[in-house]
């Protein structure tokens, strides 16, 4: 029996592909078995005594198997979910063994991504640990003749407190399989007051395998007779191979053979690129190999695709007017009143991922199956387009989830899981495709590029009485849909639409540009470049009036309320708004409580040093951060303290939220200082860590100081709202520092570093 | 042929004597803990010991190596954890985890010559290692932590 809950409007575009945006969840579907019903047996769980639900099952000898059917990367989904069914269980955490689901839509959305999986799975974990826990009191009750009513849980164990008996759960496990799974509304969750886990959090269950070496990732898995691929590209997107000479790379020792790989066909979505690959007995030489290789290539139309130009041409656009997203009153007539009039742009070049585990992906094919091994954050669009790729059916895809070695965002594409379907099935062997840095950023799905343009009329007092902007990025149904060119509401709602501002006339526009190169997801998306076009021009018109930026930013914020999207496409992050409301007395909260932990206004800063601050919700998180610089003479940034406030509602695992929010400050820094993504003729000029630079150990905050708000709203996400407000408080920092304005980044524009 | 140790037991290697390191102890020898980041010394995710020295096996040539002793993260302590990983864990550095494990070997080369190591020191030691999680401030705690153990 499944249970089907449509949360929101799902969006099919061209090719069958479903645009999730990097968040709306379309279809929540929570699954349960019925007692006695049998299913095809993946895990440990779907075998034990008791199976109860697809996530969890529990074994006579007590052992708690629960799967973990989202990607771990590194924010520890992989423990904390489980932790919730734990908690709902009261089962002891040391005997819970967690597993690691293949890619299945019984488990529902499994596209680790937009920061929602706590959010979107929390009530099914609940759940499932209550579904099992209200069986095995049952079981015991009927054991010991007594009303189930009078029977309760102590860890891994039921309990009837008046005779004093006791029954350990996997004694019971066999008796509680008798009794049907019970409906959902019988199932009485724990109070708060008796969780055991839930908010007090959890390290990651792989720790010791993460300090030893034993964690395997996708870069880690092997075959039996694999071989090993590395493949060369059209450099262009869209390229296509016109000829090419393999003499010289079948000499190199170690190589096999050459196997070419066909283009796509528009639009790209998450197929193979296309190429040469190069066959070998190991990886370097592949690497080898594929220096050997003389390839022509036919470039086709993105050839006339130059960066600097594309700037320009975004800019031009940005400056007439556009097509409107949300309005408020009159702003044209406030400004054609004159006055204090106000205007700037703002630009955000293409950014990479650069996780630190390049991509990679073992795929064996045989008798018309194909078993894969991949470190992916979305292992049914694996199935999808492997299933579409070797002509096979998805059922017949086997997507097993390695750990990832980062993901943001680039691992919800599987382009690279694809290839090595692809090469497996020519080969007829097992092919591990193993990518370089250079194809890592190479051929990436970039964070959009985006130019803003922002105007504001102010009163005497400095505040705005009418605030025009209009941000022009080529978005992300591009990949899906050549003729895409405009942003998509998934997209624009990320801090734009949602300008949480007190305005009496606003108007939020946007405007069209073709992409050139895969768009993509990148943690907090066009959060980054939203957040810092209007959390910077905030800090410009707060000095502009003289007034402090703290008591500005809470004036425009205004009175606490919940903001009407009436007449807007708001998506909500594919949340409710009944649920998730847009309040910006949250927002107002974290910023005041983000300035008096920072001692703003307080400290005093010298030449050279200063403090800057900014709020932002995204993933229905509200988070403000202060960021403190220091600045030589030669230009060098120093940062020598970060504070970040959030209300992310319910956080389950506070420990892991900081882990979030500490790496979300060392990401903006990359963003801030050297993440720039530019093209030539079409070609990605950057290739590796020289010329794509991102933060060092000796560039980051020196301390990030993480107040988590306490909040009885439902839980939100965390892994990625804590990169713009960042990005914009460090460059509000950077002008109260030297008095320079970052408009365009990265600061290396300004001549800092 | 070109003779070494890995973490204690002799090997030989007849094949490239320009294969990266790195490869052989992946590839071929299968110790898959040392990872693969760069492949040009910039990142620090395959960082072993080589004669005692944090080393970037991805740009070592196997001729280089030649009569050395190279020591991994699987041979990095017979007996349990080191310090490093102990401490490591107690500060719960690890977020994805790809890159910790050279960072661990690098923080273990440093604490080795290096007890108690200035913020300066640290830097130094460890700019070369990349987290792009950003767990930069929990390594600093931990390299700090564990040489207060060590000492």
Known sequence: MSEIENVSRRRFLAGGVIATGALVLGVRYYPRLLAGKKLPEHTNADRATLHPSVYLGIDSDGTVWIVASRSEMGTTSRTTLPLIVADELDADWKRVKIEQAIGDKRYGDQNTDGSHSIRSFYDAMREAGGTARFMLIQAAAKQWGVPAAECETDLHVVVHRSTNRKAPYGELASAAAKFPVPPKEEVKLKPKSAWRYIGKGEVSYDLEALVTGKAIYGMDARADGMVYASIERPPVLGGKVKSFDDKETLKVAGVRQTVPIDPFKPPPAFQPLGGIAVIADNTWSAFQGRKKLNITWDNGPNETYNSDAYKNELRATSHNPCKVVRNIGDADAVFAKGGKIHEADYYVPLLAHAAMEPLVALAEFKDGKATLWAPTQNPQAVQDIVSKELGIAKEDVICNVTLLGGGFGRKSKPDYVAEAAVLSKKMGKPVKVVWTREDDIKFDYFNAVASMYMKAAVATNGKPTAWLQRSVFPPIPSIFDVNAVYGDPAHLQQGWTDIPYDLPNLRVENGPAKAHVRIGWLRSVANIYHAFGIQCFTDELAHAAGRDPLDYLLDVIGEPRTIDFKGVEYPNYGASMESYPWETGRLRHVTQVVAEKSGWGKRKHGKGTGVGIAAHRSFLTYVAAVVEVEVNDQGEVRIPRVDVALDAGLVVNPEATRAQFEGAAVFGTSVVRSGEITATKGVIDQSNFQDYPVARINEVPAQTNVHIVDSDAPPAGVGEPGVPPFIAALCNAIFAATGKRVRDLPITKLGLS | ?151
């Open chain 2, 1 to 151: 042929m070109i003779q070494l140790k890995v973490n204690g037991a002799d090997q030989s290697f007849s094949g490239e004597s320009e294969m990266p390191l790195l490869w052989y102890l992946r590839d071929i020898l299968g110790l898959t803990g040392s990872k693969f980041g760069c492949g040009v010394g910039l990142c620090g995710a395959c960082t072993v010991h080589v004669n005692g020295q944090a080393t970037r096996s991805c740009v070592t040539a196997m001729s280089d190596a030649a009569g050395k002793e190279v020591t991994t993260i699987e041979g990095l302590n017979k007996n349990g954890l080191h310090p490093v990983q102990k401490a490591w864990m107690q500060i719960n550095v690890p977020q994805c985890g790809y890159c910790q494990v050279g960072q661990i070997m690098q923080a273990a080369a440093l604490l080795s010559s290096k007890k108690k190591p200035t913020d300066h020191e640290i830097d130094e030691a460890m700019a070369g290692n990349i987290c792009r999680c950003g767990t930069y401030q929990r390594i600093r705690a931990a390299i700090k932590a564990a040489g207060g153990e060590m000492a």
